[in-house]
């Protein structure tokens, strides 16, 4: 996405990043992500930002609680990291390049069931399931 965005709006928003006495940094973000979203053929990238907004919306989105990707990690970590049960792996694969991936993707829920969790039960349910890990 970022190739589409014009180089002037990309050295904008680096300029508020560095400055350290400028106050409302993320609302001059805001701004522009604002007139990108709503009418990016101001700046001329239209179609492109069009492309990418419609991916963002018709994507899947996932979420899961710090607590529960502490406990898959505390439990799960040997069994998901290959390299880590293999005793001597570095020395007894030299090529191979050492694969750390911890996989959560059948651990993530549904931002949709988030959302109901939070609709059925409000924030006191949600922040316990969040606290417990089960969501």
Request: charged share 25%; net charge neutral; glycine share 8%.
């Amino acid at each position: 996405m970022g190739e589409a965005i014009p180089q002037d709006l990309m050295h904008l928003c680096a300029i508020c990043q560095e400055a350290t006495k400028l106050t409302g940094k993320r609302q001059v973000e805001d701004q522009i992500v604002e007139r990108l979203t709503t009418n990016p053929s101001t700046f001329g990238v239209g179609a492109s930002i069009d492309g990418y907004l419609g991916q963002i919306h018709e994507a899947q989105w996932f979420v899961l609680s710090a607590r529960r990707a502490e406990r898959l990690l505390r439990q799960m970590l040997f069994q998901r990291a290959y390299a880590l049960r293999v005793r001597g792996f570095a020395r007894n694969y030299p090529g191979a390049e050492l694969d750390m991936h911890f996989s959560l993707t059948d651990d993530l829920r549904p931002l949709a069931e988030f959302l109901q969790v939070l609709r059925d039960h409000g924030m006191p349910g949600l922040v316990t399931r969040l606290e417990r890990g089960t969501l």
